[in-house]
């Protein structure tokens, strides 16, 4: 990678990075292999800009690897857990506004750099990497690690936004005794997936929902042709294209979070009729996109301008310059692992989680999210089954007035109250 191929910030804070972490800007395909950096030697977490009294730290033996996390009530022992799961391409870094606040509340506060993402090591970071430590239970098994490493027998809490709200879900519907309600962010819960019932005594087989690929072939007939987002992001050149973005990685992360925010006025979500190309084509490019580009391409035109830049006072310069210079040392090839085996139809995971059909997330739940947030509903009728069947004890169901995708960063305040408040509800109610 050179200078041209990232904004000038971004180069001198991902150069820095590298230099002290005795490594390469960008590795490249051919550097595969476990993820054991010495995170020691790198410039602290967060660039100066996680708030005093949130600690960064490393935790050794949970599920194969070292994780990385961010923790907030730590000085007190014996405290309940609140366990903070983000998405893509997030890091722990992502809760940094709404730990001080769980915490005051009396909470141990616990936010992982997820398998695949920031300072937690032990991964595979090649794309030919062996899926399966990606899998939706072995993330689960992650997440056990972690709070059972960290004293917790159980936690009061486990939230989970965009990529972390499937494993959330997943942790509280396969293990409630352990995490004992949940809040899911961005991205709804179906519920596992269904096994055929009484088609040996001649009740019709349920017909299958159209899997990505089939999706896909019908968007691709669209004019202008479109594919769908996850299915680009299984691809062997996703990274490269967000990594290698012409317009810098600095840049690339800037637009790529205004254009799915509520700063990009045109983000109106509403939901959609069916999973038909005609309804999701309705949906912005960053999630349908053209057919012919990558996400790089996709999100340069919804650049902000530097006076909407210097009004983003949810994300600053400072602040994507954390997201740029992880994300330059890591590449994103671990963290788009999950879109290849947790989501859409992979035959090993959908085999995985129809272990688990006909159960439901019996704890107490709620969903947030942002007005904004065509995440709610880029999967039809995603909402309703959560809010019908998948989740039987749904306590709230928000959607916050100027929150895009990135809901608890663009409106901290409000995710921190709902939050607390489910939290004593909770409570009180034991």
């Not at 660039?47 to 907030?72: F, K, Y």
């Not at 050149?237 to 800037?254: E, S, T, V, Y």
């Not at 391409?297 to 954390?322: H, N, Q, R, Y």
Request: net charge positive.
């Amino acid at each position: 990678m050179t200078a041209a191929n990232l904004s000038r910030r971004g180069f001198l804070v991902t150069a820095s990075a590298a230099v002290m972490g005795g490594m390469t800007l960008a590795r490249g395909l051919a550097r595969a292999g476990q993820v054991r950096t010495n995170t020691a030697s790198l410039p602290p977490y967060g660039n100066s800009t996680i708030p005093a009294g949130i600690r960064s730290r490393a935790v050794a033996n949970v599920n194969g690897m070292t994780v990385h996390m961010l923790e907030a009530g730590y000085e007190t022992s014996g405290r309940p857990a609140v366990l903070l799961l983000h998405g893509f391409p997030e890091l722990a870094y992502s809760w940094r506004k709404v730990m001080l606040p769980l915490a005051s509340a009396g909470y141990h506060v616990i936010a992982p750099d997820q398998r695949g993402y920031g300072r937690t090591t032990g991964w595979d970071d090649s794309y030919n990497a062996d899926p399966d430590p990606f899998r939706i239970l072995n993330m689960v098994r992650d997440a056990i690690g972690l709070v059972y490493a960290l004293g917790h027998r159980s936690v009061a809490m486990v939230v989970g936004h965009d990529a972390g709200a499937p494993v959330a879900s997943w942790a509280a519907l396969i293990r409630p005794d352990i995490f004992r309600s949940v809040t899911i962010m961005s991205s709804p819960f179906e519920g596992p997936p269904a096994v055929p019932f009484d088609t040996a005594n001649g009740a019709a087989a349920p017909r299958p929902a159209p899997t990505d690929d089939e999706l896909d072939a019908e968007l691709a007939k669209l004019n202008p042709p479109r594919k769908y987002y996850q299915n680009y992001q299984r691809t062997r050149g996703a990274n490269d294209n967000m990594l290698h973005a012409p317009q810098g990685l600095h840049a690339f992360f800037r637009a790529y979070y205004h254009y799915k925010s509520a700063d990009w006025k045109d983000n109106k979500p509403h939901p959609l009729k069916a999973r038909t190309a005609a309804e999701m084509a309705q949906i912005p490019t960053y999630y349908v996109m053209e057919r012919d580009k990558g996400m790089a391409e996709t999100v340069a035109p919804f650049m902000p301008s530097a006076a909407e830049i210097a009004a983003c006072k949810w994300l600053t310069d400072a602040e994507v310059d954390v997201y740029a210079s992880e994300y330059a040392r890591t590449q994103f090839t671990g963290a788009l692992q999950g879109y290849r085996v947790r989501r859409g139809s992979d035959p090993k995971s959908l085999a995985e989680m129809r272990t688990f059909s006909g159960r439901s997330i019996d704890v107490p739940s709620m969903f947030v999210g942002g007005k904004s947030d065509w995440g709610t509903y880029q999967t039809p009728g995603a909402v309703d089954r959560m809010r019908t069947s998948a989740c039987t004890r749904m306590v709230g169901f928000h959607l916050l007035d100027g929150a895009g995708h990135w809901v608890q960063q663009e409106q901290p305040e409000q995710v921190s109250r709902l939050l607390m408040e489910f939290l004593r509800s909770e409570r009180s109610s034991r």
